[in-house]
Each structure stands twice: as structure tokens, then as C-alpha cells.
């Protein structure tokens, strides 16, 4: 085994028993996560965070909740902008400065859009550390991580072991996981 491979069943490991810690799992997620994050990174002391990449579509909130469940925000509130990932999860934002940036204008409303950023404990809120315009069919392209078998939309490290994921082709798969692409 390699150094690499090594570090990478440690760290695959350590994983595990972090899933699996029960009463554990905030100490060894607190410790682990401190050791991951360099010092001088934004909130360094905000704890069990991930880094993440996640893809979707960027949609305007108030009109997006009041389009499928009739919420109103108040009319004089600014409009935020959610992640639309998958066919319907959201993703929020802290509005930091890479957040004013993507939304200035609304410009980018209904585009597709990637996203690296830290997402907090215990929520779906993004604080994005960069993000870029990526083709709209880049939103069904699938990942796979061949160690933990798991699929995913969004490319980057797998959630599970941290190793880079490989972009699926194989259209047979694609078709089963997805459903057939949309003429
Ligand atoms: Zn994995």
C-alpha cells in the first residue's frame, strides 16, 4: 500500500467510526473537522463543517415558495436566491460577499450554477467560498465514488470517504439512476 492509499483508509476509517460514534459523534466530528480545517480558513472556530461542491439551479426564493406553496414573503423584502439542486431540495445562502456577487442584479436567475462552499452543521446553509457558471447540462451529469458505491450529482469529494469522484457515462446507468434525458 501507498502512502496515499494509507492516509486514505485512515481517513476512510476515522469516517466510519465518525458515522458511526452514536455519543461520539459530536466530540470526533468537532476534533476531526478542526484538524481539516487550516487556521486562518473563514470561521475557523464554527466547528463540525464540510466543504462541499454542489450543483443546481439558481432560483429566486420568494417567487419559487410562492409559486409551490403559496408562502408570501412581505413585499418589501429584498429577493434571496436559493440553490434548487435535484428536483426539490434547496440549498440557502449566508449572504457573504461571494453571495452579493452571484445574485447582484438577479442576472443569473434560472442558471446553473456550481457552488464550493462550507455548508454548516445540521443545515442546508451554503457559505460560498467560490462559484462558477456551468452548461445547464451539467445539472444531470452523476458521479460515482467506487470505493463506498455511492452516486451522486455533484462532483468533488465523496461525502462519505473524501476520495475524488469519477464522472459516470455508462448511458445504461444513467438512464436507471436518472431517467431518460429530457429531449
Ligand atoms: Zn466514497
Known amino acids: 500500500m501507498s502512502d496515499d492509499q494509507q492516509r486514505d483508509e485512515r481517513r476512510r476509517r476515522s469516517r466510519r467510526e465518525l458515522l458511526a460514534g452514536g455519543a461520539l459523534f459530536w466530540a470526533a466530528g468537532a476534533a476531526s473537522a478542526a484538524a481539516e480545517q487550516r487556521a486562518g480558513d473563514v470561521g475557523f472556530t464554527y466547528g463540525d463543517l464540510r466543504h462541499v461542491t454542489v450543483r443546481g439551479k439558481l432560483v429566486p426564493a420568494h417567487k419559487t415558495l410562492a409559486r409551490l ?33 452571484l445574485t447582484a442584479g438577479g442576472s443569473r436567475s434560472g442558471h446553473a450554477i456550481e457552488v464550493h462552499a462550507r455548508q454548516f452543521p445540521g443545515s442546508m446553509i451554503l457559505e460560498i467560498e467560490r462559484w462558477r457558471e456551468i452548461p445547464v447540462a451539467a445539472l444531470r451529469w452523476l458521479y460515482f465514488c467506487p470505493v463506498c458505491v455511492i452516486y451522486s450529482r455533484d462532483p468533488g469529494p465523496c461525502v462519505c470517504c473524501g476520495r475524488e469522484v469519477e464522472r459516470v457515462t455508462d448511458s445504461a446507468i444513467l438512464n436507471e439512476k436518472l431517467g431518460p434525458a429530457a429531449k
Open 69 to 101: 406553496y403559496g408562502a408570501e414573503a412581505a413585499r418589501s423584502a429584498p429577493e434571496t436566491y436559493l440553490l434548487l439542486h435535484g428536483d426539490l431540495r434547496f440549498y440557502t445562502f449566508l449572504p457573504n460577499a461571494a453571495y452579493l456577487k
